[in-house]
Nanobody, 125 residues
Framework: QVQLVESGGGLVQAGGSLRLSCAASGRSFSTYAMAWFRQAAGKERLFVGGISASSSIKKFADSVLGRFTISRDNAKNTVSLQMNSLKPEDTAVYYC??????????????????WGQGTQVTVSS
């Protein structure tokens, strides 16, 4: 069992930055992949970025490549998403997710076993 709690969402102007954090508890954090997804109102949930258990592999959606970075601290059981140069189209609820069966991140949300409650990010134009 894994519990995930996101924090750091909020309202920001276009061009600004936000940092999301996700704290994990339960199963050994350093053994599984983590990812961030987002879901805009009325739309499907989409992959944003993922990181392997050892941080050696990082993947990003094309829409955020070069603007967002992902990191994890296995000693603190946290994963973070640094979002820079934010755009109105980044507005969504952001979720962190854990895939306890794999060390490398997958892009499909069907692979993830545990989810946080989500945190709202709103980017104003």
């Amino acid at each position: 069992q894994v519990q995930l709690v996101e924090s750091g969402g909020g309202l920001v102007q276009a061009g600004g930055s936000l940092r999301l954090s996700c704290a994990a508890s339960g199963r050994s954090f350093s053994t599984y992949a983590m990812a961030w997804f987002r879901q805009a109102a009325g739309k499907e949930r989409l992959f944003v970025g993922g990181i392997s258990a050892s941080s050696s592999i990082k993947k990003f959606a094309d829409s955020v490549l070069g603007r967002f970075t992902i990191s994890r601290d296995n000693a603190k059981n946290t994963v973070s998403l640094q979002m820079n140069s934010l755009k109105p189209e980044d507005t969504a609820v952001y979720y962190c997710a854990a895939d306890i069966h794999r060390v490398d991140p997958f892009r499909s949300d069907r692979e993830y076993d545990y989810w946080g409650q989500g945190t709202q990010v709103t980017v104003s134009s």
